[in-house]
T-cell receptor, first 115, second 113 residues
Framework: GAVVSQHPSWVICKSGTSVKIECRSL??????MFWYRQFPKQSLMLMAT?????????EQGVEKDKFLINHASLTLSTLTVTSAHPEDSSFYIC???????????FGDGTRLSIL | GDSVTQMEGPVTLSEEAFLTINCTYTATGYPSLFWYVQYPGEGLQLLLK?????DKGSNKGFEATYRKETTSFHLEKGSVQVSDSAVYFCALGGKSSASKIIFGSGTRLSIRP
């Protein structure tokens, strides 16, 4: 099955910093990737759908200027949290669409801590 | 809209006990149903799935049957192990992996030796 790699796995930074998280599909060309956010002891909430070569589709309530998504190639999507603040601290997980009638494959997640 | 409701945790069991984690769903049409597992500090792994009514998904001793009449997809395992300690998410989605997945709130399972 598709292998999805996220980098970094853990990042700690100061408030006001912008942080970029990468999601790579290692053995599959992914037209569509998904970004989720998970608060401690809560479920995953879809933030946006990343489409290769076009703009991402954001879920209601997600600030597109805050969470910038770029899907420039079939193997890489990036999520940039701009001017991060402590309330942005969370676990961010990406997933990859791998084909018809197949479930999404998830990365191992990135734990973001903003001081 | 579509939604998933699963039993709240945490659930604590002794090793070799029988496990049931309840999951019910609300959806238009005929979604695919999934159970995902998340081990500490890791992302999600697909545990099992079912794509139509009466299908039974199974993996690593876990089973779940897609019950359309009761809109349920309960997760069961006959004899749990310490290594099964994790958070389990019930989820629904469309037939294509391009479809949005809606997750339940997750159930934390702890197994005592």
């Amino acid at each position: 099955g598709a292998v999805v790699s996220q980098h970094p796995s853990w990042v700690i930074c100061k408030s006001g910093t912008s942080v970029k998280i990468e999601c790579r599909s290692l053995d599959f060309q992914a037209t569509t990737m998904f970004w989720y956010r998970q608060f401690p002891k809560q479920s995953l909430m879809l933030m946006a759908t990343s489409n290769e070569g076009s703009k991402a589709t954001y879920e209601q309530g997600v600030e597109k200027d805050k969470f910038l998504i770029n899907h420039a190639s079939l193997t890489l999507s990036t999520l940039t949290v701009t001017s991060a603040h402590p309330e942005d601290s969370s676990f961010y997980i990406c997933s990859v669409e791998v084909g018809e009638a197949q479930p999404q494959h998830f990365g191992d997640g990135t734990r973001l801590s903003i001081l | 809209g579509d939604s998933v409701t699963q039993m709240e945790g945490p659930v604590t069991l002794s090793e070799e006990a029988f496990l049931t984690i309840n999951c019910t769903y609300t959806a238009t049409g005929y979604p695919s149903l999934f159970w995902y597992v998340q081990y500490p500090g890791e992302g999600l792994q697909l545990l099992l799935k079912a794509t139509k009514a009466d299908d039974k998904g199974s993996n690593k001793g876990f089973e779940a049957t897609y019950r359309k009449e009761t809109t349920s997809f309960h997760l069961e395992k006959g004899s749990v192990q310490v290594s099964d300690s994790a958070v389990y998410f019930c989820a629904l989605g469309g037939k294509s992996s391009a479809s949005k997945i809606i997750f339940g709130s997750g159930t934390r399972l702890s197994i005592r030796p």
